[in-house]
């Protein structure tokens, strides 16, 4: 499947569908089509560098949707960046990718920003050029193949972002995934819960455009209002939610949250962290006419890679989910410390091997030398993971590394480490999760204090939050600050973690 000709196509046959809708504001397929024309003959009158990529910033409009397609249109990737992440990350996403143009979907505040860093275009500018409906480049201008079709950054352990490269090739594997092994069907409406600068939001953005169904997108400000968050569900005529479980568990705080509230509803997915036995028996007594898969996949595999449908007879068989099957195109392999396969039921990393592997980091060959290789002539990609395999299922059993999925953002817990250091109240500090039901729930930060004159402990994390507020996404930010003379160490010098998680278990 040709993402950008599908989505054309549907556009053309169906001009007045809608496309996307937040609240009040709806965007047919029509105008959508037009509006990414016009912004793809603009940007390739600027001449920009070859392939290079183009940030687009915003919140869940329909803007930032038309701003994708008409970069990729005009043979660019796009980066997408949300209004929560600080300025610090986007000035640094900015250097780390070398972007060579920035599109403001919403105004960014340029107070932290180097003005000269970036040519952009603003909001304004933007909204005269979508409006223009000038015809679009050809075809053989759009991004296809191995080229880039958006780059995601995600938490990087050396205190920087890093940038995830999705060519069009391991976006249409993942889509001809969904499109063959989910009961999607054509039409209908998809919630659109992740911001897009998250890789969740993939699995209903292209799934619903290319299949002409509705995006129903859950902004932050519904979300701040349960009371408007659930009149917005309760009218949606959702038919397919996308969401973590963590979201899903909110929702379930609402009694009125089953399929009365939401009758078009037949299918759940759940991607982004470990969906628990609780919340998957839940919604079954609340949707029994739905439909849950739980799927397993890295950013750097694009989306997803494994489903299972969770029913009455796989929670009676499990005490934990499985992740799933493999998506045919793709193999997953369980290996040891030495590299070497193991049989099933054995423990080991989950390697995975297949079309929508990621090429690697953006401009960081050392770090894409250590987690990708080819393997049997297809990209592979070392996830950290640890799982395992029975019987074609897999299952998941935690990280080999520092790095956690806390409500569906994935983290570096070294990367906070290494900006709490930089506090001027820290002299040393270690982030550990702390888990719920099976899965991580909040991140605790244990802290050798620096000299400070704060007579309480609430005032000196009340500081330390404002300095990491200037660096770091606010999902990324200790939940719980405790405070010690030193660290616990192991035998062999280490900083002994496993007795901090210990400690704070909920």
């Known amino acids: ?48 560098p070859k392939k290079a990529p183009i940030i687009v910033y915003g919140h869940m409009s329909p803007k930032m949707v038309s701003s994708f397609l008409g970069v990729v249109k005009s043979g660019h990737p796009y980066i997408p960046v949300d209004v929560s992440i600080p300025k610090e990350r986007i000035q640094k996403i900015i250097e780390c990718s070398n972007a060579a143009f920035l599109i403001e979907t919403e105004v960014l505040e340029r107070d932290s920003l180097q003005q ?52 069009a090739q391991n976006l249409e594997s993942f889509v001809n995934w969904m499109h063959v092994d989910f009961p999607i069907t054509n039409g209908g409406v998809f919630l659109n819960q992740a911001p897009f600068s998250f890789d969740l939001s993939v699995m209903d953005l292209y799934p619903a455009l290319t299949t002409g169904a509705t995006l129903f997108t859950i902004s932050k400000e519904m979300i701040a209002s349960p009371q408007a968050l659930f009149m917005q569900l309760s009218q949606s005529k959702i038919g397919v939610w996308t969401s973590t479980p963590s979201f899903v568990q909110m929702c379930l705080m609402n009694p009125e949250f089953s399929s009365e509230m939401l009758p078009s509803l037949k299918t759940f997915l759940f991607c982004g962290e470990v969906l628990t036995r609780e919340v998957a028996s839940k919604l079954l007594k609340l949707f029994p006419s739905a439909r849950i898969f739980n799927t397993y996949g890295p950013t750097e595999a694009t989306v997803a890679v494994s489903a299972v449908e969770v029913t009455a007879e796989l929670l009676n068989n499990y005490l934990s989910l499985p992740i799933g099957y493999i998506k045919n195109d793709t193999q997953m392999l369980i290996i ?19 079309p929508s592997v990621s090429k690697g980091y953006l401009g960081e060959p050392n770090l894409t030398e250590k987690a990708f290789f080819e393997y049997e002539g297809q990209q592979a990609y070392r996830t950290g993971d640890i799982g395992y395999q029975k019987d074609g299922l ?38 550990v999760p702390v888990f719920k ?20 402990n609430y005032q000196l994390s ?36 496993k007795q901090l998680v210990a400690e704070v278990m909920v």
């Open 116 to 167: 000269a860093s970036i040519p952009s275009m603003s909001e304004g500018q933007l909204a005269n050029i979508l409006a223009e409906h000038t015809e679009g480049p050809t075809s053989s201008t759009w991004v296809k193949g191995h080229e880039n079709f958006y780059i995601i950054y995600t938490s990087g352990s050396t205190g920087n972002p890093k940038g995830v490269q999705i060519s």
């Open 1 to 48: 499947m040709n993402i950008l000709s599908t989505i054309k196509n549907i556009a053309l046959d169906n001009e007045d569908s809608i496309a996307f809708q937040s609240g009040d504001v709806t965007l047919c397929y029509g105008d959508l089509w037009k509006q990414s024309e016009s912004l793809a003959t603009y940007l390739t009158t600027l001449k920009l």
């Open 336 to 354: 040891d410390d030495e590299d070497r396969l193991l049989p099933d039921g054995e423990k080991g990393e989950m390697i995975i091997v297949g």
């Open 462 to 497: 009340s500081a330390i939050k404002k300095e990491l507020a200037k660096k770091l996404p606010a999902y990324m930010i200790p939940r719980k600050f405790n405070y010690c003379e030193q660290l616990p160490m192991t035998s062999n010098g280490k900083i002994n973690r």
């Open 394 to 431: 897999h299952f998941y059993s935690g990280r080999a590394d520092f790095q956690v999925k806390v409500h569906g953002y994935r983290m570096e817990l070294e990367e906070i480490e290494n900006h709490l250091l930089h506090c001027q109240y820290v002299d040393s500090c270690v982030v």
């Open 437 to 456: 039901n099976e899965a991580v729930d909040l991140l605790a930060a244990y802290i050798v204090p620096g000299e400070h004159s704060f007579e309480k």
